[in-house]
């Protein structure tokens, strides 16, 4: 065998005397490293188990290996120098921990390494250059001074860190160094660790780094740099991190997956997934390559930080509640909302669903029950028609409705009767395409056949309401696709305002749009408004209906767009 | 939070921990096998009363997932299920008569058993008609997710309570002891909940699903509470405030995120909508040891004179997590 292993034990003894021996009966040698805060009579025992390979297994001496500390490069550098020492002809040494597990056939990675003599595998980037570190440190790292246990004595931690930054305290380098970073897991060629460890400069580059934080990422990569002929900036060893900087563990259902990266060692592996241990006592899974390719197995942990970071839009459930502004989209999908439409037209809603593709709902924020598309009493989710429920839900309702309809746009009828609860939410969604006939609540008024004095106070109720809700539309707040219309304007040109909002909602749908269905009948409604006005209530917001139809067609005013505003 | 704020809910929380210690003289031990109890063992805390028929399957649900020990407090039952527990080897099983209502719905019992045996351990408190579920539950052990929870630093985990019920009217189709409740109730509302967030505990409040839609239309308010925070990394100091909704130290009700991402959570699958539901809803009423005055026993009481049907042409059927997942009930986060 070319390369030797130095293997790093701190927990999970039992497993990592399985990796143990596993390297060894195929042949390499390996040195162990056991942390001291293993009590002496476990170690004794776990040394006792691999007697009987004792010609290859060697045990170093013990340091204690502390998180962030310098333990564990003092640890690399013990097992290291006895592997140089009493296997002087190997050509390259593979630092792993007990967790890390070989994958793939032993004699695969050997031939890989005897193909590639001078190389090293050892990832290292300089440290401005990357955005690996959390939690803030990164040049600081080598900078400032770290005698408190990130672990056991945060709150010293932070408050020496803190400290240091205040009084502008800064370490000097040793002459002629350049920090760099990367995975602690490499695999270097024995000159090339030779030349690190007989380094002239080592007892002053060992004294300063003492006191860096988390030197086990920095010390060898750092030093290889200075030493190494040939570096291949990557780590044999697949180690997924997430987004706080702790390593993902591999379970037994991850096995397909490692399979197919190709990689020669896997690390973390949880200690009780028996199948991917059961794989390496087996001798490994042959890959198709010979070189790894960890990118297939990227994107399951790329999504898994983009889900617990950023989260599914428009989605709100038992660990999803994000503070407003922060929701990534308050809703998941585009969906219409039609305001006034309905009230000049019968049979409108059928229309337009006809005509967009869409489903089209009534009123869902009506007062007396929820008009869900079709008449439904219960739709999709199991969400219920009863207007409490609703009105409780608040925003809930709206987000929940649009989420369950996933996969069909969503369109809803809204006016100045309904529950104004989400006025602001759809207003400020980018989501929303909204398109307004202002003042159409005049038309079921008049229709009603009522007298106008009766009607008045109702009249004006509804259009405070409707006026609260356009400003919310004209704010700057305003994101949503929005377009008003008067009711004047609209029923100069309704063919144009209702292609527009077919575009807006449904864009693409080929060919042209089914007739619309007949206005309602209109006539007398000037007169009816003009009553209102004698009556001292003026509905403004319909435009100017001439009092006496019908008057003859001018050219259609063309209707405006509200900008959002960026 | 303000400093007077958070005195105040140490105090209460201090509260808590002296009503357990006073109410743990309602509970006689009847099999005290807590010696038998491991370091790293998962244990389960129950309360329940006259659930001999669920029994069974619910701790053969519970040992594969490799729950070490299980803590149990039988509230006067009278169906032989306190045989049953007595005879098993990794129960230990406390008995009292003394009233549910008054020890909190059985919280203060638990707290105390929880203080007494649950320190250091990942402690899960269910009743015998919730079945929990997490991510890759179908593949991994529920030691692989307390493992993942304890690297992550995470010390407690949110599970909602999913309500599942059968299609047809609810005693339709038997039980029969041991059978696994979700062959019978096993579907559920996808998409109908609803969320706010406590001020004063930090927890999520959420309502919604079967028994909002169906007892509680006109007076939502009322709806039971689906949040739950069932399995916790269990210090002495630590207590329920009400059922599993929430704990204090109010840190531990954060088990949802609030800057837009998913944290992992679980769920309770709730399978009360089983037969015999009628009958046990009368006896509930019958005495009136439950949540606001039994409302909740009363709203079914009401609605099941009329025979109901909780299925509705858009119940999902149960599958597995993964589905749960999909619809946007539970969520793995980070954990892959």
């Known amino acids: ?566 | 939070m303000k400093a007077w704020q958070a005195y105040r809910l140490r105090l209460q929380r201090k509260r808590w921990r002296l009503r357990a210690l006073r109410k743990r003289r309602e509970l006689s031990v009847v099999a005290d096998r807590t010696d038998k109890i491991r370091p790293a063992d998962i244990l389960v805390l129950t309360t329940l009363r006259n659930e001999n028929a669920r029994l069974p399957h619910f701790f053969d649900y519970y040992r594969r997932l490799g729950v070490g020990h299980f803590l149990v407090v039988d509230n006067g039952s009278t169906d032989g299920g306190a045989e049953y527990l007595a005879a098993q080897e990794d129960v230990s099983l406390w008995r009292t008569e003394a009233s549910y209502k008054r020890a909190r719905f059985g919280v203060d019992w638990l707290n105390w058993l929880a203080r007494r045996h649950g320190h250091g351990h990942w402690c899960l408190t269910v009743d015998p008609d919730e079945l929990l579920v997490y991510p890759f539950c179908d593949t991994r052990p529920l030691k692989a997710l307390t493992d993942w929870l304890d690297a992550s630093s995470i010390r407690s985990f949110g599970a909602m309570l999913l309500d599942l019920y059968p299609k047809g009217p609810i005693g339709a189709q038997a039980y029969e002891r041991g059978d696994d409740p979700l062959d019978i109730a096993c579907w559920f509302d996808p998409g109908n909940y609803s969320l706010s967030r406590n001020a004063t505990y930090g927890n999520l409040w959420i309502q919604g699903g079967p028994r909002a839609r169906s007892f509680f239309a006109d007076d939502p308010e009322r709806a039971p509470a689906l949040n739950k925070i069932p399995l916790v990394k269990w210090d002495r100091r630590f207590a329920y405030v009400s059922s599993t909704h929430m704990l204090l130290p109010r840190g531990l009700n954060l088990v949802f995120d609030e800057w837009g991402g998913e944290k992992t959570c679980g769920m309770l699958l709730h399978t009360k909508f089983l037969d015999g539901f009628s009958d046990k809803a009368r006896e509930e009423l019958r005495r009136r040891q439950h949540y606001a005055a039994s409302a909740e026993y009363k709203a079914y009481a009401a609605a099941l004179e009329a025979e109901p049907e909780l299925w509705c042409r858009w119940s999902e059927r149960y599958i597995n997590w993964r589905q749960l997942e999909v619809l946007g009930l539970m969520s793995r986060g980070n954990w892959t």
């Not at chain 1, 009230?343 to 009506?366: M, P």
């Not at chain 1, 009556?535 to 050219?555: F, K, N, Q, S, V």
């Open chain 1, 1 to 566: 065998m070319s390369f030797g292993v130095v293997i790093l034990v701190h927990n999970a003894l039992d497993r990592a005397a399985q990796v143990i021996r596993h390297w060894a009966s195929a042949g390499c040698p390996v040195v162990v490293h056991v942390d001291r805060a293993v009590r002496r009579a476990r170690f004794e025992r776990f040394r006792e188990d691999l007697e009987d390979l004792s010609d290859r297994v060697l045990f170093c001496a013990r340091h204690r290996c502390e998180w962030g500390g310098w333990g564990i490069v003092a640890a690399t550098q013990s097992g290291a120098e006895l592997l140089l020492e009493r296997f002087p002809g190997l050509g390259h040494v593979y630092l792993a921990s007990g967790s890390c597990v070989p994958l793939r056939p032993v004699a695969e990675l050997d031939a890989y390494l005897a193909a590639r003599p001078r190389t090293d595998f050892i990832e290292s980037a300089r440290v401005t250059q990357v955005p690996w570190t959390v939690g803030g440190l990164s040049e600081e790292r080598f900078t400032l001074r770290f005698p408190f246990s990130w672990k056991r004595r945060r709150w010293l931690f932070d408050r020496y860190v803190a400290l240091q930054r205040r009084l502008g305290v800064r370490r000097s380098l040793p002459a002629g160094f350049e920090p760099y970073m990367g995975s602690q897991w490499w695999c270097l060629s024995a000159a090339t660790l030779r030349a690190i460890l007989s380094d002239p400069q080592r007892p002053e580059i060992d004294r300063y780094f003492r006191r860096v934080w988390i030197p086990d990422e920095s010390y060898f990569q750092s030093l290889a740099r200075r030493w190494s002929t040939h570096i291949e900036s990557r780590s044999l060893t697949m180690c997924k991190f997430d987004f706080q900087g702790k390593p993902h563990l591999f379970y037994d259902d991850h096995l397909p997956l490692l399979r197919r990266s190709g990689c020669f060692v896997a690390r973390k592996i949880w200690p009780r997934a028996q199948a991917i241990y059961d794989e390496m006592a087996t001798g490994g899974h042959p890959a198709d390559e010979a070189a790894p390719s960890p990118a297939r197995i990227d994107r399951v942990f790329a999504e898994a930080t983009e889900r617990r970071v950023r989260g599914r839009s428009g989605l709100y459930m038992q660990s999803r509640l994000p503070n407003p502004g922060w929701e990534n989209g308050f809703t998941a999908a585009p969906y219409g909302v039609l305001e006034g439409f309905a009230e000049l037209q019968d049979g409108f809603t059928e229309w337009f669903a006809r005509a967009s593709g869409a489903t089209v709902h009534g009123h869902i924020f009506a007062p007396e029950r929820v008009e869900f598309a079709d008449g439904a009493t219960v739709w999709r989710g199991a969400m219920s028609d009863s207007a409490a429920l609703r009105d409780h839900q608040g925003p809930r309702f709206l987000t929940n409705l649009i989420w369950n309809g996933r996969g069909a746009r969503q369109v809803f009828q809204f006016g100045p009767r309904d529950s104004q609860r989400v006025s602001w939410d759809i207003a400020k969604d980018p989501n929303a395409r909204i398109g307004v006939i202002s003042g159409a609540w005049a038309v079921p008024l008049f229709r009603s056949g009522r007298p106008a004095a009766r009607l008045c106070d109702l009249a004006a109720r509804l259009q405070q309401v409707e006026a609260d809700h356009l400003a919310a539309l004209r704010s700057p707040q305003a994101k949503a696709r929005i377009r008003v219309w008067t009711l004047a304007e609209f029923l100069e040109a309704p063919a144009e305002a209702l292609a527009l909002m077919l575009s807006d909602i449904a864009p693409g749908r080929a060919g042209p749009p089914p007739a619309p269905p007949a206005m309602v009948p209109l006539d007398g409604l000037g007169r009816f408004l003009q009553e209102m006005r004698n009556l001292g209530m003026h509905p403004y917001l319909t435009g100017d209906i001439p009092i006496e139809p019908p008057a003859p067609r001018r050219p259609a005013p063309r209707p405006y767009l509200v900008r959002p505003h960026a």
